[in-house]
Every structure is written in C-alpha cells, then in structure tokens.
C-alpha cells in the first residue's frame, strides 16, 4: 500500500506508543519485519517552544523507514508550526494524534476529545497539510465515548481535510484499552472512505491479523500492545499473511537476547541511566508467562545496569531451558 508518497511494503506496522515505542524499540521491530512504525507522540506546543525532549522524540534512524512522527495538539496554527519544526527530522509521513485517551491528553482537549468536534479535525489536517510537503494521517478512534461513536464522521472529515490516510482503534476513548474491541467501526470507516484505513486494537497473534483484514478490508494492520515483549509478531504475521506458516515464538534464550540487545541500544541513544530505568517495564513483558516470572519480574524492577540485566536474562534462560 501507500500512503501518500510513502510506499509500505510489509502487513504490519508499529502503533505509536509514548515512553514505549522508542527508537531502540522501533529499529528492533523493523529489524523483526514490522513494514511502518509510528513514533511517540508530541506535543506542538512543546516543539514550538523548541523543548529539548520533543525534539529528542522526533529523532529517526535510517533504519527505521517508512516511518511518520506523530503531534498532538488542538490549533491548527500551531500544529502547522509544529509540523514544520518536526520536518526538520526528515519524517516520510507526520500522523495527527487523535485517539489518545490519557486524561492529561483528551482533559486538555487534544488526542481523543478532537472526535467531539470533527471539522476542527479536518481544520488541522487541512492545516498541516498545507503546511509540509509530506503524507499526513490521521489516528481515531471508534469514538469519544459510547454515547458518541463517530469514527466514520471523523474519518470522512479528516480525508476531506487532504489526510493519506486514517487509522482507525476500535474503542472509545472511555474504554482506553479495556475489551471488547469493535473491528465493525474500522469496517465501516473503509466503506465510507477512498483513503487507505489502517486497523488497530488487539492484534496479537498471527490469526488476529488475518482475521481483521479480513473482517474489515483494512489497508494494513497496526499492532500495539502484541508487540511488547514479543517483536518477533511481525515476522509471524507476515510468515503466516504470506505463506500460512504460523512461525513458533522464540525460545527463551533467544528472548532474552533480544531483550539485551534492545536495552543496549537504548542505553547507547538515552545513556545507561535511562534506558536502565525504562527497561524494568519491557523485561517484565519479556517475561510474561515464564517459569518464574514474578519473582523475576520483581528482580527486573530494581536493575540499574546493563550488567544487571545481562545477569538477570542469563538466569532467566537457564532456569527456562
């Protein structure tokens, strides 16, 4: 498929997840097959203002593309600065968050609280559209709240506003990531509009992406959640996608390799310190289901080096052999 100028070729992309989707996390997913990824959101306002740590988030590696940075904001004027800004980090598409649900995001009227208004979505694309010279999409949801499911009045504001392309997460803002997911809305955003639909929510295996492109005649899938801990689902998706082999997750060792080289490579873009302390949370996903997990998990809370966390992976694998 394409979007816009950007030709992806693959089944699955990488949901933007903020303090999770890093750069190290990112490469790792497309060394795994992921065919797009999304970075972690940003804040207009923030790049604006020219704050270090949204320049910082905007950062890509050639390694990573096709890749799009993603803002958030509710001003079309300031969106369009902060689009222009973030060209600077030479993205082949700029994504317009839409659908977080975090209260201090849709609370100060950005990510999910833009779906109340639909032409203020379209102003903003439209904004940002005129403002850079590539692809912009749009991330939604099923709606803001049970009482105001408008996927499809969005979507269809947001194409009119020149979006690529919409990707649509089939929940309200109210359900944040609670089940059940609708794949119906994502199903009736692609009939109603002639851009690429991306689906979103709850892909985590193989068979679940086959199921929602074929559920929905989605232009592509998007995995969030089913990648942490498990980049690897990307390979599976497009073994099974192509060849309908469904490929075996990795043994634990192998795991946990992958866990170190991760972190290694984050701690050599964030420095030790940081990448140290936002590793606890990938090793307990790296860990899930495991002979031991929570006594390992707890461990994975207190590491403070990469040599702890080698020393941790090593028993990990030997007491999972």
């Not at 290694?264 to 140290?276: F, P, S």
Request: with cysteine; charged share 25%; net charge neutral.
């Amino acid at each position: 498929m394409r979007i816009g100028t950007a030709e992806i070729t693959g089944r699955a992309a990488l949901a933007p997840m903020a303090g999770v989707a890093d750069r190290a996390f990112r490469k790792l997913c497309v060394d795994f097959g992921a065919a797009y990824v999304v970075g972690e959101m940003v804040s207009s306002k923030g790049l604006c203002f020219e704050d270090k740590k949204s320049g910082e988030l905007l950062e890509l590696d050639e390694a990573e593309r096709p890749a799009a940075v993603q803002l958030f904001g509710d001003d079309p004027d300031t969106m369009a600065r902060a689009a222009e800004r973030a060209m600077r980090y030479r993205p082949d598409v700029i994504d317009i968050n839409m659908g977080c649900p975090a209260p201090k995001i849709a609370g100060n009227h950005c990510g999910s609280a833009l779906m109340r208004d639909p032409d203020l979505c379209r102003r903003i694309v439209a904004a940002v559209a005129g403002a850079v010279p590539v692809p912009v999409t749009a991330k939604i949801r099923k709606g803001y709240s049970s009482s105001e499911i408008n996927a499809v009045e969005v979507a269809q504001a947001v194409e009119a506003g020149g979006a690529a392309a919409v990707t649509v997460h089939g929940r309200t803002r109210d359900q944040m990531y609670a089940p059940p997911v609708d794949w119906e809305i994502i199903r009736q955003v692609k009939q109603a509009v002639a851009i690429p639909v991306i689906g979103n929510g709850d892909v985590d295996s193989p068979q679940a992406a086959a199921a929602l492109y074929e559920q929905t005649g989605c232009d592509l899938v998007m995995v969030g959640r089913g990648a942490l801990g498990a980049p690897w689902i990307f390979s599976q998706i497009e073994a099974y996608l192509t060849h309908g082999v469904l490929l075996p997750a990795p043994p634990v060792s192998r795991r946990m390799e992958v866990l170190l080289r991760q972190i290694t490579e984050a701690a050599r873009l964030k420095g030790e310190r940081v990448a140290l302390r936002e590793a606890r949370k990938h090793a307990a996903w790296y860990m899930r289901g495991l002979r031991g997990a929570a006594g390992f998990r707890a461990e994975a809370g207190k590491i403070e080096t990469l040599a702890d966390l080698a020393a941790l992976c090593s028993r990990v694998a030997e007491e999972n052999a």
